[in-house]
């Protein structure tokens, strides 16, 4: 149960990185 926690979690990080990185390469 914690373990899927953490995972949905990483992966909102994830998306939060990837969207970070998009935005640096536009610039």
Known sequence: ???KV???F???LIK???QVVND???N
């Open 24 to 26: 640096q390469k536009l």
């Open 6 to 8: 953490n995972d949905d």
């Open 10 to 12: 990483l992966g909102c």
């Open 1 to 3: 149960m914690e373990h």
């Open 16 to 18: 939060d990185l990837e």
